[in-house]
């Protein structure tokens, strides 16, 4: 936490709205966002608006013991991060506390207000490798070390991004504190130590050299998702839903299972026991990859419900500035946020105690810039500083955010603003939920920008079947034109009240019931199932396009396959997805050659 001095910049407070302070008294030196402390309480605020003779600041804790004219103490900067390692497999709150010393305060029975922790140990000692020599000239953001972390993850100690020059001193391999000397830098003369830790203010983007275009795709084992609304590394997408749609079990689910590098999952507002149970998740969860417990790549920030609301805003952008730190290392970072509706609550609540004039549904004007503010901070880029061998580094940030509007209706301004700056939504319906038809992504409504962006990556791993030859990008094409015939037939029907019996349409409508049942449908929680990966759902497509394709040829001949398909092997097209494990891939092939031979002897 942050020292002050005696002299420092004192004033008082003058007045209390609900987690907002009136204060009087401090100098002009004050600027927007500057932490300030309530002496007697160690409670931190910041600096909301600046008036003439008074500042506002908003506690980042409960004010319900805070008294008038209590003294508070301008600390002089903004909500920082500490950065070193020890962040990973650790759960924070909105303000970097660590969660595990906290519940040992709990525990002790020492539990209050106003708990001073620093964010990272200062007493354990990490192996340092360096990677630089001494006088090799470093520029900020330049790799001069490492530590292995966590077993899955290597942390690369970066230069920051103030400093720059000759290596006149570098530690030798060995295991230091965070705060420790490892290096010393030289320029014009002047020589700076430095340790691993370093510190950014969570408002400001970390810097980059530039912007990268997309080109592989953050891959979530939901069928539905990696085939026809893919999200691309260093994309941004949102999940609105009404309550009980399966919101929290999609994200869940792509924490768990999705191939970033490193993972950050932001709770934001919501119930403590959902964060309980996905850090349980984590712990408890082994990576098919590494074999090490999931938790070892994750970062976990928890602002329950029950936490102050004016903490909300700093939760989410405090997992984006971790986020954007291992991105810097060349790391693909994702952040999952749930709900960033509760964080747009928060913020209609501090603007209506300010008195603001409010917009839409007592939303603050600025609420889509704030918005943009967050999904602005996601992409693709090519980082300032250079790998050990002076290579350029590639590093990506990929941000999800679950919005949950009011009666799930997407017109509110939350969903309405999100939109316009998400690249893709996952919308999902209640009344497929209410069937139990899950994830309940409803086709209509959901969207991705993405698909061209990855339909190269997607090529290169392509299954290759001679019987149907289509790449992804066409497998989606010809998914989405047969649902969209079922969704004008669907509106036809309501319009005449029946379903016209023309063969054309029953084979349309036969092939959607396919595709509806055994690819989109998908249990999250059995084990086959839960996560599917790009072979098994190439398979499964191309079986159900290769019984379109001849399909239609076959009417031509006036054979009509719906009628003729017998439904064992139907049934076991329809079910792949939930009874053949992901290693089986030769099973899958043999389906789809008892479908080739049996079309053929069809047509014989
Ligand atoms: P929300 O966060 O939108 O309020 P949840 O994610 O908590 O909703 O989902 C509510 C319930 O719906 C879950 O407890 C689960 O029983 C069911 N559910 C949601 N998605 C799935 C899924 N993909 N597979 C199986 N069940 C699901
Ligand atoms: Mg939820």
Redesign the pocket.
């Known amino acids: 936490m942050v020292e002050f001095e005696e002299n420092s910049n004192q004033g008082f407070i003058s007045a209390i709205h609900g987690t907002l302070i009136e204060v009087k008294g401090l100098k002009e030196q004050i600027r927007l966002y500057d932490l300030i402390k309530i002496v007697n309480h160690n409670i931190l605020s910041e600096v909301i608006q600046i008036n003439k003779d008074t500042i506002i600041a908003q506690c980042f804790e409960s004010t319900s013991n805070i008294k008038l004219k209590e003294n508070v103490i301008d600390l002089g900067q903004p909500l920082s991060m500490e950065l070193a390692p020890g962040l990973l497999a650790h759960v924070f709150d909105g303000i970097q506390r660590p969660l595990e010393l906290t519940f040992q305060k709990y525990t002790e029975g020492t539990l209050k207000k106003g708990l001073e922790f620093q964010p990272l140990s200062r007493e354990k000692r990490w192996h340092f490798i360096p990677k630089k020599k001494l006088n090799d000239k470093v520029l900020g953001g330049d790799v001069i070390g490492t530590v292995q972390e966590t077993k899955i993850i290597e942390h690369k100690i970066l230069v920051p991004y103030n400093a720059s020059g000759t290596l006149s001193f570098i530690a030798k391999e060995g295991d230091y504190s965070i705060i420790e000397e490892i290096y010393k830098l030289k320029k014009n003369g002047i020589e700076e130590s430095l340790s691993m830790l370093q510190k950014w203010p969570i408002t400001k983007g970390r810097p980059f050299k530039k912007r990268l275009p997309p080109n592989k795709p953050l891959l979530t084992g939901?069928r539905t998702i990696d085939l026809l609304f893919p999200i691309a590394m260093g994309g941004t997408f949102a999940?609105p839903?009404?309550?009980?749609?399966?919101?929290?079990?999609?994200?869940?689910?792509i924490a768990k299972c999705c191939n970033a590098d490193i993972l950050i999952f932001i709770g934001c507002g919501?119930p403590g026991n959902?964060i309980a149970n996905i850090l349980k998740q984590f712990i408890e969860n082994i990576d098919p990859k590494t074999k090490q417990p999931l938790i070892d790549r994750t970062i976990v920030i928890a602002n329950t419900s029950n936490m102050p609301v004016s903490a909300r805003e700093a939760s989410l952008f405090s997992g984006v500035s971790i986020a954007e730190y291992y991105r810097d290392m060349g790391y693909d970072v994702a952040i999952i946020a749930?709900?960033t509706s509760r964080w747009a609550e928060s913020l209609r609540e501090i603007s209506s105690l300010l008195e603001e004039m409010p917009a839409e549904e007592g939303y603050p004007a600025y609420l889509p810039s704030k918005l943009s503010s967050f999904y602005e901070r996601a992409g693709v880029i090519k980082t300032l500083g250079r790998d050990p061998s002076e290579n350029e580094m590639q590093g990506s940030l990929t941000i999800i955010g679950?919005i949950?509007p009011p009666g799930g209706d997407f017109n509110e301004p939350v969903t309405a603003a999100t939109k316009r700056v998400v690249q893709g939504i996952w919308a999902?319906d209640s009344k497929l939920?209410y069937l139990?038809q899950?994830?309940?992504i409803d086709w209509l409504n959901s969207y991705s920008n993405y698909p061209e962006y990855l339909k190269e990556w997607w090529n290169e791993r392509d299954i290759k079947w001679n019987e149907i030859e289509i790449d992804w990008f066409e497998c989606r094409n010809q998914i989405n034109e047969i649902l969209s015939k079922e969704n004008d037939l669907k509106l036809i029907s309501q319009i005449t009240g029946e379903i016209n019996e023309f063969e054309n349409q029953n084979f349309d409508l036969f092939m959607a019931k396919i595709i509806r049942n055994g690819l989109l449908i998908?249990?999250?929680?059995t084990e086959i199932e839960?996560y599917t990966d790009i072979k098994k759902l190439l398979g499964i497509v191309k079986i159900m396009l290769l019984l379109y394709k001849q399909g239609k040829e076959l009417k031509k001949h006036e054979i009509y396959i719906e009628d003729l398909l017998d439904n064992e092997l139907l049934n076991k097209i329809m079910n792949i997805g939930k009874s053949i494990p992901n290693e089986d891939f030769d099973k899958i092939e043999n389906i789809k050659r008892e479908l080739f031979h049996k079309l053929n002897s069809l047509i014989h």
Not at 522 to 525: G, I, L, P
Request: hydrophobic share 35%.
């Open positions: 939901i999940v839903g009404g309550f009980g749609t399966g919101k929290t079990v999609i994200q869940q689910n919501e959902e749930d709900s679950s949950s999902l939920a139990k899950y994830p309940a998908q249990n999250a929680f839960f």
